[in-house]
């Protein structure tokens, strides 16, 4: 596994995280009863240790730059995500008779080290997995899960991603000069995404039948969301 980095859209990643701890404050009395430690301090204390490594590290000008290419690269994993999770849905169905193969193919394409985390909203795990399946989607195997009921179409859009995995490895580059973080802040916008992905499995998984709510603590879906409130430039 590769050693994680910070995405370099890391105002992105702190106002995604500001946005989760807010609905993570809101519903916290439900919250409270499923984890210890979930406190209404904790909730207070995590959304004020954000603004303020927000305030330290990622001056407010940083809102205004780059905004294209980040709503860009969040619609990229979007529909990337979507058509990896599809795939996988269709592998199972297709091949439920051979369990065998399902487990081969799975490992084989990246699924069992990085579909998890992807589908939680991590980038690089999401990035990681598109890079493993066009590695590993040979002629041979293409044709073998073509030959039910999956889409070449769908594979092939799959792999068109390889020639767009350029915006997710400038995504986990901190940009150079001005927009550089120290090391001290890459560290700190880590931990708090760490922390916050965390919150987003454990609610999510509580909310599986509240899809309102459960949408609130879907880093995707939330990042996508980004794109209505992000500042555009003059």
């Known amino acids: 596994?590769?050693?994680?980095?910070?995405?370099?859209?890391?105002?992105?990643?702190?106002?995604?995280?500001?946005?989760?701890?807010?609905?993570?404050?809101?519903?916290?009395?439900?919250?409270?009863?499923?984890?210890?430690?979930?406190?209404?301090?904790?909730?207070?204390?995590?959304m004020s240790k954000i603004k303020k490594i927000k305030d330290k590290f990622l001056p407010a000008d940083e809102y205004y730059k780059h905004t294209d290419k980040q709503q860009y690269v969040h619609e990229l994993m979007i529909s990337s995500l979507r058509k990896i999770a599809l795939l996988r849905a269709l592998i199972k169905v297709d091949f439920k008779e051979d369990k065998k193969f399902q487990k081969y193919i799975f490992e084989e394409l990246g699924y069992n080290d990085y579909f998890s985390e992807a589908k939680n909203g991590d980038y690089q795990s999401l990035y990681f997995l598109l890079k493993v399946?066009?590695?590993?989607?040979?002629?041979?195997?293409?044709?073998?899960?073509?030959?039910?009921?999956?889409?070449v179409e769908l594979i092939d859009k799959i792999l068109e991603f390889d020639s767009q995995l350029h915006e997710f490895n400038s995504c986990f580059d901190l940009i150079v000069a001005s927009d550089q973080l120290s090391e001290a802040g890459k560290i700190a916008v880590n931990e708090i995404f760490t922390e916050v992905k965390d919150i987003c499995r454990v609610a999510t998984a509580y909310y599986l039948f509240e899809p309102l709510k459960r949408d609130q603590f879907c880093f995707f879906r939330v990042m996508f969301g980004l794109k209505e409130t992000f500042p555009q430039a003059n």
Request: glycine fraction near 2%; charged fraction near 20%; charge should be negative.
């Open 1 to 46: 596994m590769e050693e994680k980095t910070t995405c370099s859209t890391a105002n992105a990643t702190l106002l995604a995280c500001m946005k989760i701890v807010q609905s993570f404050n809101e519903n916290i009395y439900e919250l409270s009863l499923i984890r210890t430690g979930w406190t209404m301090e904790y909730a207070k204390e995590l």
């Open 133 to 151: 399946i066009h590695e590993s989607m040979t002629p041979e195997l293409k044709q073998t899960l073509t030959s039910k009921s999956i889409p």
